[in-house]
């Protein structure tokens, strides 16, 4: 009898250990996880049936059951004069991760822009929304040399209108100010024709797509970037840094550029 209340006891040990890790894998420091645990297995108790439970000391287990509070764990009831600590149900669990499921994906850009390519010739990036596609075209402005091209291809309606002043003012009149070569082809609109105009006057050659050409993309080629933005929301970049890739586009580009009357 003594040998099977020792390996029973062993087992609900191993057992606990194995919830504890758990819990701490969800985000539970190991304090908060003991408590929790001792709150399950009591049911509505007092401060110092968990300290027992939990072997951790009477005055740290306020603060930790504050900290479960808060993350949904745990509430008081008052019975009469007596307060109660009751764990919440292990649904409750199910909150925490999705939190963090939720979490992760807000972040999910920053991890992409960590993202190497196989054989690590290059990098591929990605970003989301107005404030950075902004700051990405405005660094395909630095480090240009004399005769680098810039070609573009581009819906000019749906590019322009996302910031007109911007546009204007912080990127085009400053790319016309730079030694490189500028080729755009865009999707036939008013916008487009009316900036063909002016050619010209910021140091650009254009191209119009024949009527019925729809596209909703802008793409950027430079030396050493390829930019892919949608103009639909959320406004999602991508920016490839890979030699194949961007000789690949250039030709391709030189391509449609040759097919277009001027």
Known sequence: MYNIYVVG????????EKLL????????????ASVYLAGLSLGPTTILKISKSSSLPRTTIYGIVESLKEKGLMRIDLKGLKQLYVAESPEKLDTILENKKLEFKSKLPDFMALYKLEGGEGSIK???GLKAMKQIYLSTLENVRKGDEYL???NEKKWFELDPDFWMKEYIEERAKLPCITRLISQDCDVAREHQKFQNNYNE????FKNGTSINIDMVLTKDKLIIVDLLPPLNTLVIENKNIIELQRQMFEIIWQSIPE
């Open 9 to 16: 006891f062993y087992d609900i040990i191993m057992k606990n």
């Open 21 to 32: 890790h758990i819990l701490k894998d969800i985000g539970l420091e190991e304090n908060e």
């Open 126 to 128: 990605y970003y989301s």
């Open 152 to 154: 573009v291809i581009t």
């Open 205 to 208: 050659k254009w191209r119009i």
